[in-house]
Nanobody
């Protein structure tokens, strides 16, 4: 079993930056592909970014490309999401997820954190 715990969310203004962290325990971190998703009430969970098990391949939603960066620290079993130039429409609960492949489809992820709220004010 894998436990994922997100942190780093909060209230920021449009244009600000935040770095989300997701700490994993219970399984060798390097055996998991990791992803970040976000969700607002009444909408489906939306893909944000993913990184392969090797860490060599990353993927981003078009809406965040160039502003968000996903990275991993295997020594600390942690994945990060650096978010720059945040927009009010990116207000959501952000979730990290672990799975066997770095897919954009949330159904391919077996493990999920509890989520962290990100609120971007205009």
């Amino acid at each position: 079993q894998v436990q994922l715990v997100e942190s780093g969310g909060g209230l920021v203004q449009a244009g600000d930056s935040l770095r989300l962290s997701c700490a994993a325990s219970g399984r060798t971190f390097s055996s998991l592909a990791m992803g970040w998703f976000r969700q607002v009430p009444g909408k489906e969970r939306e893909f944000v970014a993913a990184v392969s098990r090797s860490g060599r391949t990353t993927d981003y939603a078009d809406s965040v490309k160039g502003r968000f960066t996903i990275s991993t620290d295997n020594a600390r079993n942690t994945v990060f999401l650096q978010m720059n130039s945040l927009k009010p429409e990116e207000t959501a609960v952000y979730y990290c997820a672990g799975g066997v492949t770095n897919s954009r489809n949330p159904n391919f992820y077996n493990y999920w954190g509890q989520g962290t709220q990100v609120t971007v004010s205009s």
